[in-house]
Nanobody
Framework: QVQVVESGGGLVQAGGSLRLSCTAS????????MAWFRQAPGKEREGVSA????????VYADSVKGRFTISRDNAKNTLYLQMNSLKPEDTAIYYC?????????????????WGQGTQVTVSS
């Protein structure tokens, strides 16, 4: 049974940093395209960042470029999202997702497995 579980969310002041983690079981993160999505109150879920299976190709939403960094630790079978220079508009539930698409994308349909999400709140 495949599970992806997010952790690391919390409350932080604007300008601060958080690191989200996504621990996977039942799959090997290096064999899957992995991604972070987020959903703010009253808004649709949107892609934040993704990393291609087996290597370094990544993609970021324009709103987080230069501030967020996606990475994975294959030995720990864990995906990370380092979030720096956080803004109040980054407040959302952040979801980890895994899929077998050959491409790196922020298209939700490319991802089959989803976590339950972790709340990130950035105060002004």
């Amino acid at each position: 049974q495949v599970q992806v579980v997010e952790s690391g969310g919390g409350l932080v002041q604007a300008g601060g940093s958080l690191r989200l983690s996504c621990t996977a079981s039942g799959l090997t993160v290096d064999d899957y395209a992995m991604a972070w999505f987020r959903q703010a109150p009253g808004k649709e879920r949107e892609g934040v960042s993704a990393i291609k299976w087996g290597g370094g190709s990544t993609v970021y939403a324009d709103s987080v470029k230069g501030r967020f960094t996606i990475s994975r630790d294959n030995a720990k079978n864990t995906l990370y999202l380092q979030m720096n220079s956080l803004k109040p508009e980054d407040t959302a539930i952040y979801y980890c997702a895994a899929g077998l698409a050959w491409r790196v994308s922020l298209i939700q349909a490319d991802f089959r497995y989803w976590g339950q999400g972790t709340q990130v709140t950035v105060s002004s």
